[in-house]
């Protein structure tokens, strides 16, 4: 299985919605030409940025086609999976094989505690559902109170074909090290989730990171990787330490709703986070704290 495309900066794209929570899709267009613009190399539909547990199966179906039919096959997509049940994540996973999706990426189950065994065999029985789709797993323990085991991650990786990588949004660069540490011998890649951790990723081994703060500031983010790839070390952490005092002050705002606050900020109309979640309001300190920092960087 060629995975010499899975690499580099991928963006968790937002998913524009209009007043009734209804995707946008003049919106959605817009955003994938943004973020192609700004260089990215990869687009994930329906990551945690992306708001992927707002939408059902039929509307997922329908944005992800007009992503599909947007990106014309510029840059790689990925497909994110958050649901629960692993007969759901099945599902998911064959129809953005049908789709044409580049590869799946695959959150594990939240609001659970499942067992190594458990989370082994969930794993396993989606990948073995697209046997010919690159499969990503996705750990995000700060949204499902769990870590996935690195243990589990190298017993996946060097036991089944398509599950070929990872993204891990833990913020612990000793879990990112295992993770890298435990899979090198296979070719195993490992994106950084946090976008503050870019440059730490790299350091370490990893091939990339997925990225929220592209869908409003691809230029302060892509130097970052394109630094590194070239050579320019110290290049590639100044770029780090500019974008990190903007990423920092989205923590100021309820999750999801910073990266479509930012965004809009500038002018890239993308539409307001699906409710019960509300944009950050104008006027507010967590709006001019993010505000100033966007006018710091030169991005207003």
């Known amino acids: ?54 939408f059902d199966q039929a509307e997922m179906k329908a944005a992800f086609a007009i992503i599909q039919d947007q990106v014309k096959g510029r840059v790689p997509v990925y497909f994110g999976i958050g649901a629960i049940s692993t007969t759901k994540c099945v599902a998911l996973a064959t129809m953005a094989e049908k789709m044409g ?21 969930h794993f396993k029985t989606i990948a073995a559902a697209v046997p010919n789709l690159p499969m990503l797993l996705y750990n995000n323990p700060g949204r499902t109170a769990y870590t996935i085991p690195a243990g589990v991650v190298e017993k996946l990786a060097h ?64 130097p970052i990787y394109n630094k590194f790839v070239a050579g320019d070390l110290k290049g590639a952490l100044e770029a780090q330490f500019k974008m990190n005092p903007v990423r920092l002050a989205m923590d100021k705002a309820s999750f999801p709703v910073a990266a479509k606050d930012m965004a809009n900020m500038r002018g890239i109309d993308v539409g307001e986070p699906v409710h019960p979640s509300l944009a950050t309001a104008k006027g507010s300190k967590t709006y001019e704290i993010m505000e100033a920092e966007l006018k710091k960087a030169g991005l207003l």
């Open 101 to 121: 999706a580049d590869g799946i990426s695959v959150l594990q189950p939240m609001f659970l505690k499942p067992t190594e065994e458990e989370l082994y065999q």
């Open 159 to 222: 036991k089944v074909t398509n599950i070929v990588g990872m993204k891990d949004s833990s913020g612990d660069m000793t879990q990112t090290e295992e993770f890298i540490r435990r899979t090198r011998d296979v070719d195993f890649k490992v994106f950084g989730g946090k976008d503050t951790l870019v440059y730490a990723t790299l350091c370490h081994g990893g091939v990339g990171a997925v990225c929220s703060t592209v869908n409003y500031m691809p230029e302060l983010v892509m």
């Open 1 to 54: 299985m060629d995975t010499s495309f899975i690499k580099g900066i991928i963006v968790p794209m937002v998913t524009p919605v209009d007043a009734t929570d209804k995707i946008d899709e003049a919106k959605l267009r817009k955003q994938v030409d943004y973020v192609i613009n700004g260089g990215v190399h990869g687009i994930l539909a329906f990551g945690s940025n992306g708001e992927f547990y707002m």
